[in-house]
């Protein structure tokens, strides 16, 4: 985090101004003109509001109440820096031979008022350091400024500190309960410093070292290492960065407890599935710039045993911009529960107890689509997570403003090849859809997981496109739309046997072997609807039209089996209805639409046989198209008018 950075940057630079004090002497007078020559040296003006007094023991050096220094003229009105009390001890061996070491400096509980400005200057950088005497001052000052030595400073310590740094951006940040001991015992070497601190209200610890410190406050590149310890983890940097927050090097990270470490820097609340970061480890050569842009190259993230390898692109801002493209093996996700047919975790989603539940009513927490915006790219030989198996894949994700889109390019799922991609938006409620292509597909699988229904086996191939909208897995599937077909060679229907149905007219039970299926379908508000189902079985061929309700989980579907007939004859039709819920399906067959066929063809058969025996007795053709009983009625009219006419005739 740069401001954790800078504010530490801050703190060292406005501590070496104070060094500064070892020239005061007991006396207004005195340090009056020490403070005027601090102004002349920074452009900021020191005040002391108590009393200044010379120690000799336990330390020779300089004791102050009550300091305080001047904000830039830009910065507002408020004091810089403000400490309740400064001591500081001095090496007397080296003051005798003109020399100004600094052994020690405390101050108790100091308070910095830090501020950047539009351009990114901080109000801790003293641009009057080095400058010409004000105005009036004389030779005078000029004189008291040639005659102070140089000076170093061995240790510096900050008791009880407190912060708040307003950055021209965003929020404010304070900091309080800071205790930082820096140690710089060669003026022109390393610094360490050894800060502790409450940034987020958990402690953190900041262990980090300084080459060429002089140079790097003057705002020149130096080495850099720095460890930030908080509980559940820690993090290393090691390579070379500046008082901007610019840094270049490798950095390392390691934590038993990610939850307790992200709430250290204001995180708190992320829990994460184990799997994806319980524990982690990191390692990766990272480059940081001043507009908040964060790049990790030759990157190990090592997530609870699952390894990932590649790099990663991230914009620091109100909602992070990222990309990323991660390689991994095989990936094992155990935290995250199976999803069960009634949306929750538990019994595996075919069982009956699962189905008998009913789709989830609980609320959809879909926040996590708004936390960021980028594309992130992850291929892995094998992944098993949420009761899904995923071999050799390729995944694509990208986010944009509550809106995610997953590409499969492809994916092996379900023992077979899946690709498309499927949509979740929440930008204005939640929803989903999806355009998928899938081949090899095992139907009892993919069934089962998806929808609960593990009765139909075989390996598929088909097309689906799907929209579904709702804050809950039970409004999603009600208000499920979409389209799509099937083609399945070779499987089976698990629950009934037709043969034994069309045998006995009992078919509970058992399972029904085909050599294929095909049908395809439309969806709409969470009902399947399909009317050219086709499956073709050893002597059968059966057809089926009906509603699968996806939403109610029910269904209402007529299959219509017919046996083969004898040498090229229609053969045996007995429809099949399949009512009921999916858990306990009722299986009926309808006989008396199976046997209507048959009965006409009987009644044909005595028609036809009857027209032939009266054609014969009544000596005349009786075409097929001509109503017997007309024929009769007329033969017998005409034998009535033929008696008749003989007897009034006389024949």
Partial sequence: MRWIFRILSALVATALLLVALVFVLPGEKIAGLAADQIEAQTGRRLTFLGDVRFTLWPILGVKSEAVTLSNADWAGPEPMLTAERLSIGISASDLLLGKVRVTEVSALLPHLNLS??????????????????????????????????????????????????????????????????????????????????????????????????????????????????????????????????????????????????????GQAGITLPRGLGQALSLGADATYTTDGRLALRDMALDLDGNRLEGGLDVVLSDVPQFTAQLNGTHLQVPGLAPVAAGGGSGAPSGSAAASSAGWSKEAIDAAALGLANGTAVLSFKSLNAAGYELGASKLSLTLDRARGVLKLQPAVLFDGLVQGQVVANNRNGFSTGGKLSFSGIRLEKALDQVAGYDRMNGEALGELEFLASGNTVDELMHSLSGKGWLEVNKGFFSGFDLEGLMRSGKGNGGSTVFDQLT?????????????????????????????????????????????????????????????????????????????????????????????????????????????????????????????????????
């Fill in 116 to 265: 950047e400005r539009e351009d990114g200057l901080g109000n801790w950088v003293l641009e009057g350091r080095g400058a010409a005497a004000p105005a009036g001052s004389g030779g005078q000052s000029q004189r008291q400024q040639a005659d102070i030595p140089a000076i170093s400073i061995e240790k510096l310590t900050l008791a009880g500190a407190s912060v708040r740094y307003r950055p021209h951006q965003g929020a404010p940040v304070e900091l309080s309960a800071m205790d930082l001991v820096l140690n710089w015992p060669d003026p022109s070497g390393t610094v360490n410093v050894d800060l502790n601190f409450l940034p987020l209200g958990a402690p953190m610890r900041v262990q980090a070292e300084v080459g060429t410190f002089t140079s790097f406050l003057s705002g020149n590149v130096a080495s850099v290492g720095a460890t930030v310890s908080a509980d559940g983890g820690m993090l290393r940097f090691d390579g070379r960065a500046d008082l901007t927050g610019a840094a270049t090097g490798r950095i390392t990270a390691k934590a038993t407890d990610t939850s307790a470490f992200l709430a250290a820097f």
């Fill in 519 to 651: 049908g395809s379908y439309d969806i709409a508000q969470g009902n399947l609807r399909n009317d050219d189902l086709l499956v073709t079985l050893k002597g059968l061929r059966a057809e089926g039209a009906g509603r699968i309700g996806l939403g109610a989980r029910d269904l209402d579907y007529l299959f219509s089996p017919t046996i083969a007939g004898v040498n090229g004859g229609n053969g045996l039709t007995i429809p099949v209805s399949i009512t009921g819920p999916w858990a306990d399906p009722k299986i009926r067959p309808d006989l008396k639409n199976a046997l209507q066929p048959q009965i006409d063809e009987v009644e044909a058969e005595a028609k036809e046989r009857l027209r032939e025996k009266l054609s014969e007795e009544l000596e005349t053709e009786i075409t097929p198209e001509q109503d017997l009983n007309e024929v009769i009625r007329d033969r017998i009219e005409q034998e009535a008018k033929d008696q008749l006419q003989r007897l009034l005739l006389g024949d």
